[in-house]
T-cell receptor, first 116, second 110 residues
Framework: DAGITQSPRHKVTETGTPVTLRCHQT?????MYWYRQDPGHGLRLIHY???????DKGEVSDGYSVSRSKTEDFLLTLESATSSQTSVYFC???????????????FGPGTRLTVL | SQQGEEDPQALSIQEGENATMNCSYK?????LQWYRQNSGRGLVHLIL?????REKHSGRLRVTLDTSKKSSSLLITASRAADTASYFC??????????FGTGTLLAVQP
C-alpha cells in the first residue's frame, strides 16, 4: 500500500465548530487530493494540490479550505462545520500527470466525520 | 459533466461466474481508470487504459474501451467471494483531476 495516513479516522463534532483533517504521505508524490464520499454521489473532489503552497478548487469546495506547507502534508479545514458536511473524507496522492492527463491515484483509509 | 456513469448500479452473481460492469461518459478522455472499494476502506486502483488503447488485461480483469461509443467495460472472470466490493470508473481528462462515477456494487455469493 502507498504510504498514506489520515487523521483522525473518526470524528464527531458540533455544528459551527472548526475541524481540520490531516493527510500525510511518505511517497513524495507531487499531487494530493481531498474527496468526500456520500451515498448516491460517488467521490467528489473538494480541493487538490499540485505542489507545496499550490492548491486549486474542485467540484464541491464551498465551506472548505486547504493548505500544503510541506510536500508530505495536506490539510483540509472546515471553518464552521455544518450537518451537510457529514461524510467520509478521502485523501489521495498521485505521482504525476503522465503524458497529459491524470496518473493513478492512491487513496488513504478515510476519515468518517459526523457533524451534529 | 464528464462524470462516468456505471451500469448496473448493483450486481449479484455466484462464485465462479463472470461479472461485467460498464461505464459511459460524455466528453473526450485522456484515460479511463477502474478502482475497487471494499466496505469501509479506501479505493484501490485496478487498471488504467489510455484513449488510444482498446483492451487491457490484469490477472482476472479485462477492461475494454470504445471511444466512439464513449464507453468502457470491466470484466472479472471466475469471480470469488473476495471480489465483493464497489467498483468505480474514473475519467481522466486533460487536467490532473479524475472524475469518478457513482459505482457498481458487486456481491459474489459463495
Amino acid at each position: 500500500d502507498a504510504g498514506i495516513t489520515q487523521s483522525p479516522r473518526h470524528k464527531v463534532t458540533e455544528t459551527g465548530t472548526p475541524v481540520t483533517l490531516r493527510c500525510h504521505q511518505t511517497e513524495n508524490h507531487r499531487y494530493m487530493y481531498w474527496y468526500r464520499q456520500d451515498p448516491g454521489h460517488g467521490l467528489r473532489l473538494i480541493h487538490y494540490s499540485y505542489g507545496v503552497k499550490d492548491t486549486d478548487k474542485g467540484e464541491v469546495s464551498d465551506g472548505y479550505s486547504v493548505s500544503r506547507s510541506k510536500t508530505e502534508d495536506f490539510l483540509l479545514t472546515l471553518e464552521s462545520a455544518t450537518s451537510s458536511q457529514t461524510s467520509v473524507y478521502f485523501c489521495a496522492i498521485s505521482e504525476s500527470d503522465v503524458g497529459g492527463g491524470t496518473d493513478t491515484q492512491y487513496f488513504g483509509p478515510g476519515t468518517r466525520l459526523t457533524v451534529l | 459533466s464528464q462524470q462516468g456513469e456505471e451500469d448496473p448500479q448493483a450486481l449479484s452473481i455466484q462464485e465462479g461466474e463472470n461479472a461485467t460492469m460498464n461505464c459511459s461518459y460524455k466528453t473526450s478522455i485522456n484515460n479511463l481508470q477502474w478502482y475497487r472499494q471494499n466496505s469501509g476502506r479506501g479505493l484501490v486502483h485496478l487498471i488504467l487504459i489510455r484513449s488510444n488503447e482498446r483492451e487491457k488485461h490484469s490477472g482476472r480483469l479485462r477492461v475494454t474501451l470504445d471511444t466512439s461509443k464513449k464507453s468502457s467495460s470491466l470484466l472479472i472472470t471466475a469471480s470469488r467471494a473476495a471480489d465483493t466490493a464497489s467498483y468505480f470508473c474514473a475519467i481522466g481528462g486533460a487536467t490532473n483531476k479524475l472524475i469518478f462515477g457513482t459505482g457498481t456494487l458487486l456481491a459474489v455469493q459463495p
